[in-house]
């Protein structure tokens, strides 16, 4: 096809600045590398570039716009801006994020028509973009044939510059720089990429000299063509050792020990009281803060467990404020001088909550000065010690090289050395266990990091002289099976979010091995191996080298066996063998798959399995040995010792598993297999839980506990605490003991919310699958055009999700409601700031959608909860706990299955009200609410007593009275 040059004329400038001074900065003069000055351009010529698409593929979706600014010397010296009318539908999310509609278009050239114009207008020029990847992708695409230009990408250089930010997107980063602009439309994304290509090489120049020196050699490994970039910045040479130089180890830290021994500690109830209170300390010092009497109910509760040394079960309904309730009297009890208080949580959220905003407030108001702690995993540090080895190994791959180059960056920087500060992809979350602590090679005191430099030490004597450590449920429990080595000795211990106590514990107090985990360890193991290849041991030279020979034989050979087996392993679950929701399956093993012939198990490559892993644990121990015996004569080679060590201890761990499962011996454990993912991402393992839980609770913890307080949102069940006791153990402390506790929730819910119970929908079934399908979808679709979108709606089944999603999706959006629908818009974080940001869209989510959302104000309006969440039956962990109770005579329908169903349904509710001001309607799809009895349990559980039932239009009626009556309250 012949294709028409553009005429100038036809492309719009919009370019009406001449200078990248005018973009950004409008003093005009800050353009520091100014030629001749001293300083210089890291491009002296590039192309900024952006396009914008209707979608995500190259190959499926087209270039709406494109947006060229071309930089020479730091002046812009051309642009090119147009529309491009693409072949593809215009999807409702692009119109809404870009702003441009099919009216914009209509008049648009075709990209063939822009072609000619482009070409020569990048034509030689370095091509400058963020994630350049991408638009380079569909340019490329559209042209038909790949372009020679060097290309750049601000994204990497700025994942690698500023690997703090939590977020690296265009806007995110520009409005950290502060550049406040307008985004997603091309013209302006390509200016904001050299404001913030600007702001990049300044902090190239503030970079540590020594730093700088170190960071070309990693981007060039990398593949990056920055490396030559800031190689050639003047005054950087390469070849320093930064490390040496820059890490070099510190001297010892002043040590503050927090005294408890012999300490008993008092908080005083009726101060908690008043500072809680309207006239008390909280107000005085917050502006927005109101009296809640639940939350003072709740603070006096817990000051006079810790005096009294009981356990309280405390259910705080949504909005009480029951961080505040806990945190003034676990302050005041720690400025006293009682002893240490842990609070454990089970989200990072809630976690982040306290320790960044409720704790220093509260210390600010009260004016107290306790130290405080936020304790977690040593893995979550980074060992200076194996950061070290790791940079003099030079043998990096690409990813590898840019995750060194940004930690490298970082480390300059941390006071913490915590992970968390950066911000880690999923593949470098796998490269972080290369230098991140552990407890099997640390070397402890005998380590030269120790005293100054290491930031486990570090956190480890802040928490020792702290009177309050914040923690997580997961490092709690890895206190109780390490014997208390990870935590400082604690008083009073509170367990928030104690609704997942059962699950946490299950998990940690359990056994597991995956493909990966199997893979991680023989890819550290091999390591090790190649660079003890190149040492010279001072003796026994021949039993040296046999040993690395046979270690790295055995090691390719359980590789395969490893793979074999979990290959094997999850082709038989997939084979339908056992339980599937989702992507995730699950397959219980049975005594009879043990002993009974013909069941399909991969028994024969399980023993393989763990016959070849103790062969590799031979030889690495061998190994071990050796260095250890040389290191009682020279202590250098104790650091190599103590790498084997760690190798060592993770392969019987998994060993440890892998016998565990094999050998089937512990009748109070439940055994299975798990596959979740597809494709090389396809993750298997084995597993083993124990079935009861509440037994280990109280022995680990509870019999030998001080006060403990736990709490939740949802914690009983038809206003019975029986359930949750039981579940976790506390059933087995004497009642005389416990205080049980309820505080109502503030929000008045016959006010504010709307609960409607549809009683005309099929019930999900084999027998009625298609059919549930589509009314369910169309039921979805009659509401939520009743709500006008701002919906959640919950379901149980991703499957089912999947398919109302593929029913709904174009709809919805042909009326203006955008859809969005967990991992297949994005992960969960991603939807809910889409959700926020559209107006008018509906997010579909399964299981983590259920908790957590919290949505104030009108982008939530409602939530459709699609099926009753039951959890699945024959889940290995669920079915066995079932059994467990049925052989115990009891009934596990009412005594366990229901009342799960009925705290997950209590959570998927709170979603809606989260303040004072919100409103808005709960619909519940499953019939079985209205028509069985045990409905009655689920309604009974809830804070809002009254409800609406009938068919799907009167329920539309219903929904549309109400927000009537809403809306004229509000204009009242
Ligand atoms: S003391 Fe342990 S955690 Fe700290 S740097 Fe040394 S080896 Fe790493």
Redesign the pocket.
Known sequence: MKRKRMNRTMIQEIWDSNTIEEIHRPEKNIFRWTKGSGSEFLLERYVALDLETTGLSPDWDDIIEIGLIKVEGGRVVDSLHSLVRPEKKLPLKIKELTGIDEEMLAGAPRFEQLEESVLSFVEGENILGHCIGFDMGFLERALGKPLPNSRYDTLELARTLMPTASSHSLPDLCARLGFAASFHRAMDDARAVIFLYDKLAEYLRQLDGNVLAYLPAFLERAGSPWSEVISGLSGVSRGLNVFEQHFSPGGEEGREFYRRSGVKGYVDPEEVRNILSGAGMLAGGMPSFETRHGQIQMSVEVARTFNEERFLLVEAGTGTGKSLAYLVPALLWAAGGGPRVVIATKTINLQDQLWYRDIPMVKECLGIDVKTALAKGRSNYL????WAASLSEGRWTGPEALFLARILVWANETSSGDKIEVNLGFQEEEMWINIC?DSY????SG?R??PGR?F??RAKREAESSGVIVTNHALLFSDIKTGNMVLPAFGPLVIDEAHHLEDAATEQLGKHVSRGDMRRWLNRSGRLVSKSWETAPPSDQDIWMNCLVGVREETGRLRSTADQFFAAAGSFVLRGKGSAEGDHHSYRIRSEDISGDGSGLPWGELSNLIFRTRTVLEGLRKITELLSGWAAEDESWSEKAKDYVQAVSLGEEMLDCLEFVYGYSDQSFVYWISVSGQGEWRHVSLNASPVRVGELLYDRLFSCAGPVVMTSATLTTNGSFDFFAERVGIDRVAAIKVAKSTIESPFEYEKQALLCLVNSLPLQGPEAGRKYLLETGAALEELVMELGGRTLVLFTSHRVLREVYGYLKSSLEEKGISVLGHNIDGNRSRLVEDFIRLKKSVLMGTASFWEGIDIPGESLSSVIMVKLPFPSPSAPVIEARIEDLNALGRSSFGDYYLPMAVIRFKQGFGRLIRTERDRGVVVVLDRRLAEKGYGRKFLGSLPLKSHFRGDLSAVRNKISEWLAGVAGNLNQ
């Open positions: 060992c200076m010690r194996k602590a090679s640390c070397m402890g380590c990091y120790y290491c486990v030490a």
